[in-house]
């Protein structure tokens, strides 16, 4: 079964700019692995942020943004706010229909 | 606006099936993928399987032996059946449609697995 990695926490200071990736055991991940971003705070249900390597939602803040970046998914946030401190987890999708998680991110604004 | 219930597992012995429902209102049931998706207590999420309204299915393979997941389009319902749960099956289990990535979420039902 592949395995999907993130960093497992990073901090970013107020106003400043993380970029959270997410990689693949099989090789490099690519736009046919339709990467979706969740962001989930503390006894909240996850959101998804970002699905299909770049594509937000309606309600995803426009500093953040999605790529793939080193043959890597990658979540970019740029001018991070207090309220951005939570779990970040990925999603990748596999040609098989397996779908796989990254072990998520904790994110710090400090 | 789509809104997903979802109901059931609770305290649960070791050996035992775990069911969940998760009931759809507000919009469509056809057209997309209902997903079953679990986080144990303080570890990440781990996605479990998939259907869709004609019941075509997808499975976590390292769980594909022991899950059932199901649908009744009629209700605009989807199921899911763990069976011969343990200790490690504990979690918070999450119904969530996939339409623009996991648009929608149930809000989360406690399944513990106690002797």
């Known amino acids: 079964q592949a395995v999907v990695t993130q960093e497992p926490s990073l901090t970013v200071s107020p106003g400043g700019t993380v970029t959270l990736t997410c990689g693949s055991s099989t090789g490099a991940v690519t736009s046919g692995h339709y990467p979706y971003w969740f962001q989930q705070k503390p006894g909240q249900a996850p959101r998804t942020l970002i699905y299909d390597t770049s594509n937000k939602h309606s309600w995803t803040p426009a500093r953040f943004s999605g790529s793939l970046l080193g043959g890597k998914a990658a979540l970019t946030l740029s001018g991070a706010q207090p309220e951005d401190e939570a779990d970040y987890y990925c999603?990748?999708?596999?040609?098989?229909?397996?779908?796989?998680f990254g072990g998520g991110t904790k994110l710090t604004v400090l | 606006q789509v809104h997903l219930q979802q109901w059931g597992a609770g305290l649960l012995k070791p050996s035992e099936t775990l069911s969940l429902s998760c009931a759809v209102y507000?919009?469509?049931?056809?057209?997309?993928?209902w997903s079953w998706i679990r986080q144990p207590p303080g570890k990440g999420l781990e996605w479990i399987g998939e259907?869709?309204?004609?019941?075509?299915?997808n499975y976590n393979p390292s769980l594909k032996s022991r899950v059932t997941i199901s649908v009744d389009a009629s209700k605009n319902q989807f199921f899911l059946k763990l069976s011969s749960v343990t200790a490690a099956d504990t979690a918070v289990y999450y119904c969530a449609r996939e339409g623009s990535g996991f648009d929608v979420w149930g809000q989360g039902t406690m399944g513990t697995v106690s002797s």
């Open positions: 999603l990748l999708s596999y040609s098989d229909a397996r779908r796989v």
């Open positions: 259907i869709n309204h004609s019941g075509s299915t």
């Open positions: 507000g919009g469509s049931f056809s057209g997309y993928y």
